[in-house]
């Protein structure tokens, strides 16, 4: 798509709360979950879609009423206490008895208190589990770095635990005066190498997927959730072809492939590789790559969709052509609204997302509200994020959260003092480029509605006068 315009001018925000807000007034209910039972589960995976958003309805209805309420639970618990709070006068049991010993969990875990916060796969969304997705609960995540544990998960065949000891990384030509060295490296030759470490977003190109032709899914975790954002380390992909002799000039395309059941192929343009931005991982977040993430190798490709971070990468080969490898024939093509297909559309284009207040929650009072979200862009730097509280009408400038890094998550945020009226949450950003994240309406006019990959449209959720917060559609 070429460059949209805003559909609004933002007004520019230098104050840090709302003039007459009480920063200690506003309090916000996370969204439920687990909001299916096993039996609505095996429905669902018989094709009967229905029943995820009336079970989810359900769930939170459940959830209020279990807390007295809602809104008039959050008022008894707001009323002050004549006698004071016992868990500031009294002791506690945490305060006055001998906590756990030093390496009780020799490797750290959350918080018990945390257990909820989990990726989840969706119900329905695949028949079969070893050829699905898990989604990262975005709604729950400070910051840009997505914990390693809680990174989403996209797997064509399974995923795989490989002996480090056997990984071997090939790189050859598709013909031999492309590469004059063909090499086998072992993780030893590799690690061996000087590293370097860059924080890059990655996201699956159907992430937001089921909501092209309408809503399809209550929470910005089914929305929005196969995005995650780490530091990775490894070497340069550019580095071992020079040491294997390839000829850079020559050479337009390389082929990526991956050691596991599904031998996952993907073709990259010489260009980005030229670049130095991509890298061959082995290191995540300061530590050994997951096993569900690709341990002990993988392909990262900043700003570019998932599916071509090729995980157990174990060759490289380097041609003169397109490889037209089955995933990107076939699957990872964009179908246009004149039924024709677009192929090698890989670039993640400019997007964003409100993370909090968002789809599920529910605003227990009036008062004042930190409207958080993140933003990126696959061509470079995020540059600016608007807010709307009005579904578009009007706009206010963000306050980006550092750091700001190109192809890196972005965290923006804004004060809002909520009223108790509804309300019709949007952001809206902006690269480096000058790219704008289009509406729904402009990106339908373009793309139709019958697409699956790159849907970077504005999302939309609707605050309740209840506070309850729920997913829409803005064209």
């Known amino acids: 798509m070429s460059k949209l315009r805003p ?13 007459g807000a009480d920063a200690l007034s506003g309090r916000l209910r996370r969204a439920p979950e687990n909001f299916l039972t096993p039996e609505e589960i095996g429905q669902v995976g018989k094709g009967r879609r229905d029943f995820l958003r009336a079970s989810f309805l359900a ?10 309420g809602g809104r008039t639970a ?18 506690t049991p945490w305060g006055s008895s001998l906590g756990q010993p030093v390496a009780a969990n020799p490797y750290g875990l959350p918080s018990k208190h945390e257990r909820g916060l989990v990726r989840r796969q969706s119900p329905g969304l695949t028949q079969v589990p070893a050829a699905s997705v898990s989604f990262a609960p975005l709604q729950g995540l400070f910051g840009i770095i997505t914990p390693s544990g809680l990174h989403f998960e996209r797997h064509h065949q399974g995923w795989q635990d490989i002996d480090p000891t056997r990984h071997r990384l090939m790189i050859n030509g598709s013909r031999p005066e492309f590469v004059k060295t063909p090499r086998v490296y072992t993780m ?26 309408n809503v399809a899914v209550p929470t910005v975790q089914y929305t929005h959730g196969m995005l995650s954002c780490s ?33 996952m192929t993907r073709t990259i343009p010489i260009e980005l590789v030229m670049s130095g931005e991509v890298m061959v991982a082995y290191g995540q977040n300061g530590e050994m790559l997951r096993p569900e993430n690709g341990y002990p190798l993988r392909l990262v490709v900043p700003g570019v969709q998932g599916v071509s971070w090729v995980k157990w990468l174990r060759r ?12 990107e024939a076939v699957h990872y093509i964009d179908l246009m609204p004149d039924g024709q297909h677009r192929q090698y559309t890989s670039i993640q284009e400019c997007k964003s997302v409100i993370t909090s207040p968002s789809g599920g929650q529910q605003l227990l009072d009036k008062g004042f509200f930190t ?27 963000a306050t980006l959260q550092t750091p700001v890094l190109s192809k890196c998550l972005t965290r923006f945020t804004l004060p809002w003092n909520w009223d108790g009226r509804p309300a019709l949450l949007q952001s809206r950003a902006m690269d480096e480029t000058g790219f704008v994240q289009p509406a729904y309406g402009q990106l ?15 999302q939309t959720w609707q605050v309740a006068e209840s506070g309850d917060v729920n997913n829409v559609q803005i064209l």
């Open 7 to 19: 559909t609004g001018e933002a007004t520019p925000r230098t104050d840090p709360l709302v003039p």
């Open 59 to 68: 769930a939170a209805g459940a959830t209020a009423a279990a807390t007295l």
């Open 74 to 91: 959050a008022a008894a618990d707001a009323a002050p206490n004549p006698a004071g709070d016992p868990d500031i006068l009294k002791p």
């Open 188 to 213: 030893d030759d590799i690690m061996r190498l000087p590293p370097v470490s860059r924080m890059h977003f990655i996201e699956c190109g159907a992430n937001t997927g089921m909501e092209w032709g």
């Open 231 to 263: 530091e990775f380390t490894g070497v340069p992909l550019r580095t071992l072809l020079e040491y294997c002799g390839a000829d850079l000039k020559a050479a337009k395309f390389i082929l990526a492939e991956g050691g596991d059941g599904s031998s």
């Open 316 to 327: 490289i080969e380097v041609g003169d052509r397109p490889y037209a490898a089955k995933d």
């Open 371 to 397: 409207i958080s979200g993140l933003a990126w862009s696959g061509r470079g730097a995020i540059k600016r994020v608007d807010v709307s509280v009005d579904g578009g009408i009007n706009w206010t400038e």
């Open 444 to 458: 339908r006019a373009v793309r139709g509605t019958r697409s699956i990959y790159h849907n970077n449209a504005i």
